[in-house]
């Protein structure tokens, strides 16, 4: 029995547990059945529970999740360089 479906959107790789598929994981996380999850590049599914999974590696050069990746760290560094002194001190 198919216990996921894999999908390509816009570079992306979306996974989708099927309805009495068995249980699936996204790393430490069990999915909802019928609920498509982004993942990320290097991300283990675990399928049922023989301890069997699969690793998610980008290999055709496509987008993948870096651009986004890269993206939120762009975000991260600029939240980080605008934050007032005494809250960036509190941070730390």
């Not at 609920?35 to 529970?49: D, N, P, Q, S």
């Amino acid at each position: 029995d198919a216990h996921v479906k894999l999908e390509v959107k816009q570079g992306r790789v979306f996974v989708t547990a099927l309805k009495g598929g068995g249980r699936v994981t996204l790393g430490d996380s069990s999915l909802f059945p019928g609920v498509a999850y982004a993942v990320k590049e290097g991300a283990t599914i675990g399928l049922g529970e023989d301890g069997s999974e699969v690793t998610v590696e980008q290999v055709d050069g496509g987008a993948g999740t870096a651009g986004i990746d890269m993206m939120s760290k762009m975000m991260q560094m600029q939240f980080e360089a605008t934050l007032n002194p005494e809250i960036k001190k509190a941070l730390e």
